[in-house]
């Protein structure tokens, strides 16, 4: 070190200041947000949920866990329960399985128009729910409905379907929906993932003549392999908050067979039909339940990704 | 090939005939609201915010708050949202200090609650006169636990509640070729299976017998509850008075007028005259199928009948009582004369509660309640019969309204007779499934029985309102099951004050 370099100690060090004080300084609205949105209404429901509240009683009652033993004793809400988990492993998977071979495909630079069909992949990812629970309940229609009168010419059935009204059929029929909705956002994950292949590998297996689908089956898929456990993790959170799409088209029935838990959450909370008063407490104590459902899931797809990282590194 | 030109001077000479129409209509009814005296020192300092659930109101309030902020210099804030908004918005605005200065309860909060919690100040004091003006309103407007507690007025009602939300509307062709006119001689139960069947058979599969909003699944306890009623079963409508027949005090949704009228409705499913997918689409939706002509009969209420007027004018509709089985003289029965969905109450906080005052004197009287028939029509009709007498209404619009005065019945209220029963309506809980939910499950065929779940409904509701009734009494209310029970209702006959003194 040079005696020249000395003087400017105390110049890097109150640089370096400046540049943290500004760091905290630009993440202050990001964490106003995350407080504002985020951290206050999960404090904020963990505290509610051990209330007898309405919402609007200026004198909540504290009841300790009393919301939790009656929910564990609802088989409404259990039955909400199993639903958006069956919901979640009926969709994941499907979605995930889909998307990677949309990926694949447009991944290939041979392709003529692949950033239409991208475009076109992608546009239910954009559209509003609201319009697509409008534009679903007219296609599938019992009456005039496109898909039933597309069945009904193909023979495929002798008599209209209620896709929407069926208690065995709804749940499913949404399934349907949500995966042909997201699975454009579960592609550009996959897309993003597979630009990490080297391009070498490519060019090497072309040179020793192997097989598209030897490339895809022994170079891609064990590259993007941890990805997947990332991919699973978004997507099944995001199949557990369905709530804009059940309630634009079903709103939880017919009698609450496409009833999954925010649905539930939702009726207990506000929508009572015979106007009787909001459970804002209990409401919130099956929104924390959830939630640490939620979170259990996620720590055991977080110790899978680093079990999947681990393996990576291993070969 | 057609000439274009000369096309679209014709298509411009009647466009422009029926804008010039449509002024002049819109001038007549604009000419309507004439903005009255003030009946104090308004001040303009301040604005005045304004909610209620919008809808028609909305087409009313707009063009009459725009005149009244020119006649008076007040700005005037105004918000129609939807019920489940305004449940979550208003007490939530009442917890921020932010709720506007004018609003409708929530339909979940009893009057008594919000004047007990200090939500709401009285207009005693805003209105000069208040008494003599309240003299102009109907007999029962104003009542006791209702919108006047200790002698103060909270709440200002304009509108009736003598109307039925399940009434038969039905497309006239088609309901001729069935050989029915319902108009002549009202449908018993046997003749609108037998209508439905018809019309469905005669379609071929184009069109249905009958259509409902499914999905929606308040609209099964409504149209069950009126066609029990219409049965002859006596009850009362929401809260915890659903299902309650007052006589008695018992709960009586498994009472054999129920009964059949879920059989009915699953008849007709099995008959295959119910409009495919009616599980799975909304009120609306189903309203819409209606001039589509898909579907020959609907049970819904008179809101339909401005909107199809409007923009189906070619569609040849008939209105008439609910359905009711041979020689049954049951009437559909309401808690209360005047609509309390539409009664005004002034936030306890308001910045303006004189201007609010000003606009709601102006409701209550002759012009202003005319002025609002003119514009909102049979959906919020108007309190006063005066007004439904000058108004300029459709025939088919005030046939109606005529038609409510029949059928309709306003049965006791528990919480005029004592208001502490708003504690219980705070602690009861509606059993699940609900009346709506076990029809809707019955017909889905998610449920199977229909006494058997009637039963079951019944015997939850009755624990669910003992539990409720515990539960206030331990909490110091002075509430007994007795409250809900009125010997001396004859259910053919409006309940009134005098019946209310004389318990």
């Known amino acids: ?315 | 090939m057609p000439d274009i030109t000369t096309m679209n001077r014709r298509t411009f000479l009647a466009g422009t005939t029926a804008l010039g129409a449509l002024g002049i209509t819109g001038a007549a009814r604009a000419q309507d609201i004439t903005i009255p005296a003030p009946i104090a020192d308004i001040p303009t300092d301040a604005p005045m915010r304004w909610i209620d659930t919008g809808d028609q109101k909305a087409v009313f309030y707009r063009d009459f708050f725009a005149r009244y902020t020119a006649e008076r210099g007040v700005d005037v804030v105004y918000d129609g949202l939807p019920w489940s908004e305004l449940n979550t918005v208003v007490p939530l605005g009442i917890r921020n200090g932010t709720a506007q200065d004018a609003f409708v309860l929530p339909s979940s909060v009893p009057p008594a609650f919000a004047v007990r919690d200090g939500w709401v100040q009285p207009y005693d004091g805003l209105i000069p006169d208040l008494e003599a003006w309240k003299g102009n309103f109907p007999d029962g407007s104003f009542i006791e636990g209702l919108n006047v507690f200790e002698g103060k007025t909270y709440g200002v009602p304009y509108t009736s509640a003598l109307v039925s939300g399940a009434h038969l509307l039905f497309n006239r062709d088609m309901m001729a070729n069935a050989g029915f006119d319902p108009e002549a001689q009202p449908l018993t139960w046997d003749g609108f299976r037998e209508a439905a069947r018809k019309i469905t058979e005669s379609a071929g599969g184009r069109a249905y017998g009958f259509i409902i909003g499914g999905a929606q699944v308040g609209r099964w306890s409504e149209v069950v509850r009126t066609l029990g009623q219409m049965a002859g079963a006596a009850c009362g409508k929401v809260s915890i008075a659903a299902g309650v027949d007052f006589r008695t005090g018992k709960v009586i949704w498994n009472a054999d007028e129920f009964v059949a009228a879920v059989e009915l409705l699953l008849a007709m499913n099995d008959d295959g005259s119910v409009f495919p997918g009616s599980l799975s689409m909304t009120a609306p939706q189903a309203r819409a199928f209606m001039p589509q002509g898909a579907a020959g009969m609907i049970l819904q209420g008179p809101w339909n009948i401005p909107v199809w007027e409007r923009e189906n004018p070619d569609f040849n509709f008939g209105i008439a009582p609910p359905p009711a089985p041979e020689g049954a003289t049951g009437k559909i029965i309401t808690g209360e004369l005047a609509e309390p969905g539409n009664t005004m109450f002034i936030n306890a906080k308001a910045k303006n509660p004189l201007a609010v005052a000003d606009v709601v004197h102006y409701l209550g009287t002759v012009e202003g309640q005319t002025a609002w028939a003119n514009v909102v029509g049979p959906s919020d009709p108007p309190l006063f019969p005066e007004a439904l007498e000058r108004s300029s209404m459709s025939k088919r619009s005030t046939a109606v309204l005529s038609m409510f005065r029949d059928i309709v019945r306003v049965g006791p209220n528990p919480f005029a007779r004592n208001p502490e029963l708003s504690e219980v309506a705070k602690a009861y809980v509606e059993p699940t499934p609900s009346l709506a939910s076990t029809v809707q499950g019955l017909f889905a065929g998610q449920l199977t029985g229909v006494r058997e779940n009637l039963d079951i409904l019944t015997e939850a509701t009755e624990a669910a309102l003992d539990k409720a009734f515990d539960e206030a009494r331990a909490n110091g209310a002075n509430v007994s099951r007795d409250d809900m029970v009125f010997p001396n209702w004859d259910p053919a006959r409006n309940y009134v004050a005098a019946d209310y003194a004389e318990l």
């Open chain 1, 1 to 315: 070190m040079t005696d020249a370099a000395l003087p400017a100690r105390p110049h890097r060090k109150a640089r370096r200041m400046r540049q943290t004080a500004l760091v905290y300084l630009f993440l202050v609205p990001g964490m106003m947000v995350f407080g504002a949105f985020i951290l206050w209404p999960l404090v904020a429901s963990e505290w509610y949920s051990l209330l007898d509240w309405s919402g609007f009683d200026a004198n909540p009652v504290f009841v300790g866990l009393a919301n939790y033993r009656e929910l564990l004793g609802d088989s409404y809400f259990w039955d909400a329960f199993r639903r958006s988990f069956i919901f979640m492993l009926a969709t994941v998977p499907a979605q995930m399985a889909i998307s990677l071979v949309l990926a694949v495909m447009l991944n290939d630079k041979l392709l003529k128009l692949s950033s239409l069909y991208r475009t076109l992949i992608f546009l239910p990812v954009v559209t509003p729910v609201a319009v697509i629970g409008i534009v679903m309940t007219l296609m599938l229609s019992p009456f005039n409905g496109p898909v039933n009168m597309a069945l009904l010419d193909w023979g495929l059935t002798q008599r209209t379907i209620d896709f929407l009204g069926s208690p065995r059929l709804v749940l499913w029929t949404l399934a349907v929906i949500y995966i042909w909705k997201w699975v454009g956002v579960t592609m550009v994950y996959w897309l993003a993932a597979l630009q990490t292949v080297p391009a070498e590998l490519f060019e090497a297996a072309r040179l020793d003549g192997v097989t598209g689908r030897q490339v895809t089956m022994y170079i891609v898929l064990p590259m993007i392999a941890p990805f997947a456990v990332v991919i699973a993790l978004i997507s099944a959170i995001s199949a557990m908050n369905v709530f804009p799409l059940v309630q634009a088209m079903t709103q939880g029935g017919p009698f609450y067979s496409s009833e999954v838990m925010e649905v539930y959450i939702f009726r207990t909370a506000f929508a009572s039909a015979a106007g009787t008063v909001p459970r804002l407490g209990y409401a919130s104590a099956a929104g924390v339940f959830f939630g640490l459902s939620i979170m259990v899931l996620t720590v055991f797809q977080i110790l899978a990704l680093r079990q999947a990282r681990r393996q990576g590194g291993d070969q």
